[in-house]
């Protein structure tokens, strides 16, 4: 469905934007470097994380198996 | 890249110091802390250094402010502490403060001694106005006897004869003596002078209620009074050796009541006088020490500032017929221009008129490690430190380890409350880093926290982040967006559900799961937005499903991670300018690598895009599939082991490039290598003179001066280079650079070449292997926090009632006693302990040498802090 490429857009977007946008807008001073380099690879190492995450849930190939009790609150409450 | 990407460019530079000016510039530089000195006498003697006896005099300096360091402590006196940080004082200035060390040490040591005899006066005084109050008893006693019993006992009449016969003749055969022994020894006492003088002796002892000091040890001692009574000289020797035995202080005590009474009162008297003496003697004792308590932390450093000094002067090489000191250092380029400055600031301080030379010298050995560090990066910088310090000038993982480490942390740790608890722990560290940095933590686990409180900062921010993604909060799961999955979808009917106690959601069916069944490429599922959907923590299959998750996670991040190693690798060959090693070792490594394990994630990737629950009866195994490529067996669709159209073909491809890459990587380096030795042995053959010649044109110009190159005309502020260094023999320098280069030893090159391929390509499968500890360590920590939950505070909420709330309080203390002790404390140092394995092994094998040396300058701010021995 759309849904999923508009989910993978808006949060690959973000960390694009802290990824590739906070590097040069950090004050100047003599540790500049040491914080681009923790600003890229914070964002690199998040969204991998999200997108394997994200990815394994696409198509899941079994569902949940949920106790009898569980189905009921569940089919109630969500 | 900022400064950490590599260390610090350094330049070995020559100092030429007048000797006058030696020790002033020597202080300079030490404040300045940026140079770190060679010995240019290794072969000498610690004993026949120069300056030996400087250093002997700042030893015995030292050994007098320890002295009276200890009389400090002994008086409870504080050492004031201004944080003051005084300069080195010149050498004249040293005579003074020894005089001055002197005089105080004689002056506590007359104190002491004069305390001490007069505390063993005031003793003494004491105890004989013990004797004679107590022994006034015994002739009383004696007397009131007389009076009563005329002739009952032996002993009655031998008092009677003493009180009667002693008092009226000098000429008696009775004699006593009187004095003080210890209480423990009197039975001892007793019975030693029973046996020995045949019964014939008689003793009478008394209690001292008063404790007294001993003068030498300070320990408080009982003692008792006791006389004894004898007849004839034989007796009496007797009796004094065995009290000399018994160490019983002997007093003489007069007969007559007047006598004793006359006695007592000068003794009084005394006790007064002396009293008041040793107060004085006190008063005067804290006077000395309270002055001394204000100057002595100035005097230490002062002190230890001269020794380091002389010990680095000791370094240096004496020319005595230039009066001039050449010394040798190691400093950072960009730092050359404060250096010099120190310098001439040293010479001006001294007086001297001609001035301090300083020259770069070139050098083939390899410069120490300098990597600048702040508060923030040295925790990082330590633990890459702790494996191996790099090489010079080679890449530095530290500034991307602050960002991966705690990454991978917290892949293993992730758990919003745990990362929560975390974080608040290391902010508790972070805010009060002040306090501890003026006084540091006696503990030695909390110093170890608190010099990585940055490090656990990071590991907690990451931690809730990886918590966040896997859904866990102290095990439970949040539900932010709403879950993907559907239940009443399913229509169970009443039957159904009656019929078995657990029923698995099937996504096939539609509405189930939100966006299936249509299947890529014209739909796909639309699963839970940002992390592991919160179902899974009720679901009965939650392990076995997220097993599969966490393991291609760690192989994916796995692969990423070494990728990277290879990417830093090409940088040290760029920096190198090693091409042979790029060619020839380090493509067919990167594409090996990519055909193996990046093939396995491009599968990945592949199968959970494409694959899903319609066709999930055909979904063939990734890890069987890659067994079978190398195996050459052909996938079908029929045998459920295919994944894509054409995949027989790709895989052959890959297999037979990934099979090339192992010679390229074998063979290739070691025949260029000796391709080349062939060369070059051939255009030796031809030529005849040898390529370095000591009298060469090249070195006109110059002048040999103290076996070193000098430029003939130069002033002070040239910075000149030069050709050897001071450390190379003369004589040998005309030898040919065969010294300089290794022998070419075909067999070494291949050997060692066979083992670093066979190494690489076993690591390529052992190391993402490796990475699979993610899965591993994620799996127990879930684990973990939902016994935790589900067995203890679980327990505590299921009660009903007034008692639930008892219950709950109780329990919680138990849960988060549990949850500190086990999850963060264990789980924690444990995760700790593997991430810190998988950077030191998977990651920097591929890149990093780390057989460097570190830079350690002559800095009084690291010695005066203790933190360098010299």
Known sequence: MIGAWITIGIVTLIWALIGGVGPFILPKG?????????????????WLHWFITYMSQLNPLMGPTLTRGEIYLMGWVW | ??????????????????SEAAFACVSELGELGLAQ????????NAFQRKFVNEVRRCDEMERKLRFLERELKKDKIPILDTGDDPVAPPPREMIGLEAKFEKLENEMKEVNTNQEALKRNFLEL????????KTQSFFEEAAMYHGNQPSETNQAEEENLLVNDYAKTPYTKLGFVAGVILREKVPAFERVLWRACRGNVFLRHAEIETTFEDPHTGDTVNKCVFIIFFQGDQLKTRVKKICEGFRATLYPCPETPQERREIAIGVMTRIEDLQTVLNQTEDHRKIVLSQVALDIRVWFIKVRKIKAIYHTLNL?????????????????????????????????????????????????????????????????????????????????????????FPFLFAVMFGDIGHGILMFLFALYLVLSEKKYLAKRPENEIFEM??????????????????GFLYNECFSRSINVFGSAWNVNAMNYTNTTLQASGTLTLNPNVYGVFRGTPIMYPNGTGDPYPYGIDPIWQSAGNKISVQNSYKMKNAVIMGLLQMIFGLVLAFYNHRYNKDYLALFCEWIPQLIFLLCLIGYLCVLIFYKWAVWNVSNSNSAPSLLIGLINMFMFTKPTWAKKTQLYSNQNEVQITIVIIAILCVPWMLLTKPIILYLRNKAKMKQLVLHVDPIYNHDSTANMGTTRYAGVRVAVDETSDDVAILDHDHLDDPETASITPKDEEEKFDMSEVLIYQVIHTIEYCLSCISH????????????????????????????????KGILGAFMSFLIFWGFAGLTVGILLVMEGLSAFLHALRLHWVEFQSKFYKGEGYLFTPFSFSLIVEGRVDE
Not at chain 1, 31 to 43: E, F, H, K, S
Not at chain 2, 126 to 133: A, D, Y
Request: charged share 15%; with cysteine; proline share 4%.
């Open chain 2, 37 to 44: 000195f060679r010995d240019l006498n290794p072969n000498v």
């Open chain 1, 30 to 46: 003599p540790n500049r470097g040491v914080y681009q380099t923790m600003i890229v690879l914070t964002a690199v190492c998040c």
């Open chain 2, 768 to 799: 993402t292997a490796s990475y699979l500890r993610l899965w591993a360590l994620s799996l127990a920590h879930s684990e973990l926090s939902e016994v935790l939950w589900t067995m203890v505070m679980h327990s505590g909420l299921s009660v």
């Open chain 2, 126 to 133: 004491t105890e004989l106005k013990h004797i004679l109050r």
């Open chain 2, 1 to 18: 890249m900022g400064s950490l990407f590599r260390s610090e460019e350094m330049c070995l530079a020559q100092l030429y110091l007048q």
């Open chain 2, 316 to 404: 240096f090489n004496v020319n005595i017929a230039e009066k001039c000191l050449i010394a040798e250092c190691w400093c950072p380029v960009v730092e050359i221009d404060r250096i010099q400055f120190a310098l001439r600031k040293g010479t001006e301080l001294s007086g001297s008129s001609v001035p301090s030379i300083m020259q770069r010298m070139n050098t083939k050995e390899a410069p120490p490690t300098y990597n600048r560090t702040d508060k923030f990066t040295q925790g990082f910088q330590a633990i890459i430190d702790a494996f191996g310090i790099a090489n010079y000038r080679e890449v530095n993982p530290a500034p991307f380890t602050i960002i991966t």
């Open chain 2, 449 to 466: 926290m608190f010099d990585g409180r940055y490090l656990i900062l990071l590991m907690g921010i990451f931690s809730m982040y990886t």
